[in-house]
């Protein structure tokens, strides 16, 4: 039995090249073209069949289709036509063509397409290249690269990879340790080791070794590729391994980034639409849904217009219901995703450490000198509370206190303003005085900021919770638990309650009941509206992390959903943001954090108080693996985003200057 067609293009039935190639003369005949006529023939019908209809174009009207094509069009629109026209080895030879042509090479474009290839592919594209150019590709190739990025790209140019799906358990197990001692085991890393297996091994075989050298190296192999490479290189090896994981979803991340953020990358993403359309894009589509809070039909509904947007929209065939069953292949990638997050061991990294050669009373004495006499020296605040942990703040607040009689806090407020105010008081303040501040915050006033009382109830420990309880009653004279009881409501208020009481289990999973509470949740998701809800929240709410990541794993089989989707498809308002805030925490804590620091500086202002909350509190505890995970998800470094947004309204630059301090660099 074949393998079933995963594509949205197929061969049209009661197909005619002659009719269809008259079609396309009579919609670009005389003043103006029909571009509806042009762009609902070509997407209906297969590659083959294109070539099929440039054929008897050529045969009826002695025109080349493609120059009369690009005579009638103009901008994306005509570069989308133009790409479906073109065999898919000439497509993939003219981008890698002007890839490397001109003053800068698009790495990236090459990355994409030698990484994502098979065998038989990269012999068709090579063999196109040299016919479309008399040029030789790799030669091509090693004249505008250097360093292991070249050597990789020459491997992955001879499409020799293995092809067979017989896997030795010995050699699996020889490869893993191999891949170890090359990177992890010592001091350096032996690339040449890297490049052989990952350029050789076939794609089963990897799979097995990634799954082997989690084990011994307790960390997956893409976090091993991150520290141990860089550059260009790192990024090449990172795209075959996530090739070689599933290509759907390394073409879902690709399709992502091409149309988040300001602009589109419409090169990227009409090469992809076009390559994928005819092999693979349902399965893709599939992961997308998976990985984001989108349809990839509703993000190139939202991110382009006109006839390109027809265009994509035919290609794409379709919009998903968000929280539908998987198809095998995303049921498999979600339940490898929860394996990986549960296996994984994260080294946790912040940006601020203890200032070695400390002195509370010189600090004292030098805070005291910048606020005296006329103006301020806010460069010397600046430079001693970002450069000291919070343990070595409270005792310069003590000491500041006993050496001048004076509330070091209360001159900070009287000597700064607006934001910087607020980052650098929030610096100084205990971390539980510093939630209890933003929880009192975002419940006061007309309005409520659920986010903030998600975020943080959400991601701090029981201990933490519980300091933050404390610190709150001190400060406020009454409880937060009333706070919240007074402020929120119905399902969301409960949830709330259950997490500021800072008794979630913890330890590892209980694997007698990750079972039970993964099945629980499946029947739940067949429950009326009020049963749902209190299942998935008395779960989500008391299970510990590690035993959260069993469960969801379990229930991708149970159900053949994904616990997020579900989330997202049957739950509503501040509830659902809730549970889904914590299956995204449970997921990979970083990763969260950086989503919520991308989306509060996106778009028409900042949220300033959001961004002052995220690097004030994880600062010393997750900073640095924050920053990787932007990085990693926006294209784009956390120092970048606050370099253009954090100076907007603030005229000093020094509310600036203090994140970036607290940022630690650019990555």
């Known amino acids: 039995m074949g393998k079933e067609f995963k594509g949205t293009v197929k061969d049209y039935p009661d197909f005619d090249a002659n009719s269809d190639a008259e079609s396309l003369y009579n919609a670009m005949k005389g003043f103006g073209s029909d571009k509806q006529t042009i762009l609902d023939l070509i997407t209906s019908r297969s590659n083959a069949q294109r070539q099929e209809i440039r054929s008897a174009y050529k045969s009826l009207y002695g025109q080349d289709l493609i120059d009369d094509l690009k005579y009638e069009l103009t901008g994306k629109f005509e570069r989308l036509i133009i790409g479906l026209m073109r065999p898919p080895a000439y ?17 990236k474009c090459l990355i994409e397409i030698l990484a994502s290839r098979t065998n038989q592919q990269i012999h068709d594209l090579v063999a196109a290249y040299k016919d479309a150019y008399n040029r030789d590709l790799e030669e091509d190739v090693i004249g505008d690269t250097s360093g292991h990025f070249k050597k990789m790209l020459v491997v992955l140019l001879q499409g020799s990879r293995e092809e067979d799906d017989v896997v030795s358990e010995d050699l699996v197990q020889q490869d893993a340790q191999d891949l170890y001692d090359a990177g992890e085991a010592q ?33 997956s192999i893409e976090d091993s590729i991150k520290s141990e490479l860089s550059g260009d290189f790192e990024r090449l090896m990172l795209a075959v391994v996530h090739c070689i994981r599933s290509k759907p979803m390394f073409f879902a991340q690709r399709l992502y980034k091409s149309m988040k953020g300001l602009g589109t990358a419409d090169n990227t993403l009409i090469r992809i639409m076009v ?32 006839e390109y947007k027809q265009t994509l929209l035919k290609l794409c065939g379709g919009d998903d219901d ?27 990294r912040g940006t601020v450490k203890p200032c070695s050669n400390f002195d509370p009373a010189s ?26 942990s919070n343990k070595q703040r409270q005792e310069i607040r003590k000491t500041f206190k006993s050496l001048l009689g004076r509330d070091l806090m209360a001159d900070l407020k009287s000597e700064l303003s607006k934001n910087l105010e607020r980052l650098i008081l929030g610096l100084m303040m205990t971390p539980a005085e510093f939630d209890a501040k933003m929880m009192k915050k975002a419940i006061e006033g007309a309005g409520t900021d659920e986010h903030a009382l998600i975020e943080i109830l959400v991601t701090r420990s029981n201990e933490e919770i519980q300091d933050m309880c404390s610190a709150f009653q ?37 694997r007698d ?74 997921k990979n804590r970083p990763s969260y954090f950086a989503d919520r620091l991308y989306k509060a500086m996106k778009g028409l202002g900042t949220d300033d108080r959001a961004l002052i909350r995220i690097m004030v509190s994880r600062s010393e505890i997750d900073l640095f693996n924050i920053r990787k995970e932007f990085k990693e998800t926006h294209d784009a470094t956390l120092h970048e985003f606050i370099q253009v947004e954090a100076f907007v309204g603030d005229t000093s630059g020094d509310y600036r200057k203090t994140l970036l301090i607290l940022c630690g660099g650019e990555d």
């Open 91 to 107: 497509h993939d030879a003219k981008e890698i063509k002007d890839a490397i042509k001109g003053a800068g090479t698009d790495e």
């Open 187 to 219: 001091w350096g890393t032996d690339e040449a080791q890297f490049i052989m297996l990952l350029g050789n091994r076939s794609v089963t075989h990897l799979q097995c070794v990634f799954d082997e050298y989690q084990k011994i190296a307790e960390k």
């Open 275 to 306: 390559s994928r359309c005819e092999i693979d894009m349902l399965d893709i589509r599939e992961c997308f849904r998976l990985r984001y809070e989108k349809s990839l039909y509703n993000m190139i509904q939202d991110d382009t217009s006109g």
């Open 322 to 348: 968000i929280a539908g069953e998987f198809f095998p292949e995303a049921a498999q990638i979600a339940y490898k995703m929860w394996e990986i997050s549960a296996s994984t061991k994260i080294q946790l």
């Open 363 to 388: 600090d004292a004495k030098a805070l005291r000198k910048a606020m005296k006499g006329f103006g301020t020296d806010e460069d010397a605040i600046i430079e001693i509370v970002t450069q000291r």
């Open 474 to 510: 001190s400060a406020y004279k009454t409880s937060l638990e009333d706070a919240i009881a007074s402020d929120t409501s119905g399902h969301f208020k409960r949830a709330l309650i259950s997490l500021a009481q800072g008794a979630r289990e913890e330890g590892p999973e209980d």
């Open 513 to 586: 009941k990750v079972l039970e509470d993964a099945q629980g949740l499946a029947d739940a998701c067949n429950a009326d509206s009020d049963d749902m809800q209190d299942k998935i929240m008395s779960i989500l709410c008391t299970r510990s992390f590690p035993h959260l990541r069993r469960v969801f794993q379990e229930f991708v089989r149970c159900s053949n959903k994904d616990i997020e989707q579900v989330i997202k498809k049957e739950l509503s308002g501040d509830f659902k943001n809730a549970m889904f805030a914590i299956v995204r925490s449970v």
